[in-house]
């Protein structure tokens, strides 16, 4: 048969080659190695084939990179950090926490020095004094104290300020007590 009696179909491709003679595979790979060598040589500035191991992977098709950025190029910390907080969901809560870190400096150094912010939720603050006159005195600026946190955290964002005066010793010891005892008053002469 002669190449024009070939079909179209059968004459498209490549030149004939001839067949490569299969060598046996050696232990040392150098067989491996002269056939890279040979399909280099055959086709200068072709990429290498790579030779799978294992299962067959399925190839993905990595996004060609252009000039324009994309989320592969490397970024700024605080842009990586504003996108990881707004995926989150963190902006109140690292708002609440920068306003309990500022607390002497949005209240003033005198409120701040007898009473401190320990927990907000719900829109809900509560504030521990260190005496109950404190306690008396916030629960007066308290409208104040809740316009001042709502300008930094946002309209709303505070509704209700729970001012809780200070932690009182506690008389009780043990598992038993009296109702309607005097306490601890009873002993002191």
């Not at 605080?78 to 609440?96: P, S, T, Y």
């Not at 521990?128 to 006159?133: I, K, V």
């Not at 916030?138 to 300008?151: C, D, G, Q």
Request: hydrophobic content about 35%; proline content about 7%.
């Amino acid at each position: 048969m002669t190449t024009d009696d070939r079909s179209p179909d059968e004459t498209a491709g490549t030149p004939e080659a001839p067949e490569p003679v299969a060598e046996e595979h050696r232990a040392d790979g150098l067989d491996l190695a002269r056939a890279a060598a040979r399909a280099a040589a055959a086709n200068p500035g072709a990429s290498p084939a790579r030779r799978r191991s294992g299962p067959a992977r399925r190839r993905t098709t990595a996004k060609a990179s252009g000039a324009r950025p994309d989320d592969r190029d490397p970024q700024l910390l605080d842009q990586a950090m504003g996108r990881l907080i707004a995926n989150h969901g963190w902006e109140l809560d690292l708002k609440v926490q920068g306003v309990f870190g500022r607390w002497a400096e949005l209240v003033g150094d005198e409120v701040a020095g007898h009473c401190t912010p320990e927990t907000f939720a719900d829109g809900r603050l509560v504030v521990r004094t260190d005496s109950t006159a404190w306690a008396t005195q916030l629960k007066l600026l308290a409208p104040t104290v809740v316009r001042r946190l709502n300008e930094e955290l946002g309209h709303g964002t505070v509704t209700l300020i729970e001012v809780l005066g200070p932690h009182l010793p506690s008389w009780t010891k043990g598992r038993l007590s009296s109702r309607d005892g005097r306490g601890p008053r009873d002993t002191y002469g």
